[in-house]
């Protein structure tokens, strides 16, 4: 009898965890996860721009422009134009060289604007707490595109991609950042990278995209008793025909 109490104790204690952990099973199984829509609708967009070409050794590039957007979808838009006029000022490296070592180096060309046109990927959206007082709504994306570059000797074509964060404020306004890495082949001296920093301001318009159609809503105006009506016409006062002459004894009848 003692030799069969211990086995029965231990199945005693290991039936309830496996109950348990059965229960966990079933109930991760059953588990939803729901995943909203975004919540604004963008269709044209207008930004205005304000950034910095940092890169330089003997300038730093203070810009201003803007840009034209049109979105196709949640997923992919077409930045179709942005023009970035840049302000340059020295860094003090060329009267620094020829100070300490009257060394005159040969600057570089300058950017004077940029000029392009880009395709916009928009994968993720989400939702993240700041200071956990508030929920902002932002989504990342990736512009991928070309243009031209105007240096102090004259144009360049150029080739950009880069990363952004956009933070929604509302259905019309919201704030971008993007980073942008530009080259710009300059034969036969080489290839010239210029980074390209922005902060702007979006302003959305309209509420149809040229992807989507504009269909009017279908009021139902059935009341599910028509077969009724057919069937009974007196019953429906509107179905009632009153013919030249007749009074309302007649109808009753």
């Known amino acids: 009898m003692k030799r069969l ?6 199945v ?12 966990e099973d079933e109930l991760e ?41 049109l979105h196709l979808s949640d997923l992919i838009a077409w930045e179709a134009i942005s023009f970035h006029y840049s302000a340059n000022t020295g860094t003090g490296l ?20 940029l000029v392009g046109s880009h395709v916009i990927l928009s994968p993720m959206f989400g939702k993240f707490t700041l200071f956990n007082r508030s929920i902002l709504e932002g989504s990342t994306y990736l512009g991928i595109g070309g243009g031209t ?22 259905q019309v306004v919201s704030t971008r950042l993007d980073i942008r890495t530009t080259f710009a082949p300059d034969i036969p001296s080489g290839l010239e990278v210029v980074l390209h920093v922005t902060l702007s301001v979006s302003f959305n318009f309209g ?28 019953s429906n006062p509107e179905g009632v025909r009153r013919s030249p002459g007749s009074t309302s004894e007649e109808e009753e009848k």
């Open 149 to 170: 570059i105007r240096y102090s000797d004259g144009f360049r074509p150029q080739l950009s991609i880069g990363p952004g964060l956009r933070i929604f404020v509302g």
């Open 94 to 113: 060329e009267g620094e060289l020829a100070r300490r070592w009257s060394v005159a180096p040969t600057g570089d060309p300058e950017v004077q604007y």
């Open 29 to 69: 199984s059953g588990r939803v996860i729901a995943v909203q829509p975004r919540p604004f609708h963008l269709v044209h967009e207008f930004t205005v721009s304000a950034g910095v070409l940092p890169l330089d050794a003997f300038y730093t590039g203070f810009s201003l422009g803007g840009s034209y957007t």
């Open 12 to 23: 005693g204690l290991l039936v309830p965890t496996l109950a348990s952990a059965a229960d």
């Open 207 to 234: 509420s149809v995209r040229a992807t989507e159609s504009f269909e009017e809503e279908e009021v139902d105006e059935t009341t599910g008793f028509e077969a009724l009506d057919e069937l009974y016409p007196l």
């Open 5 to 10: 109490l211990l086995p029965l104790t231990l």
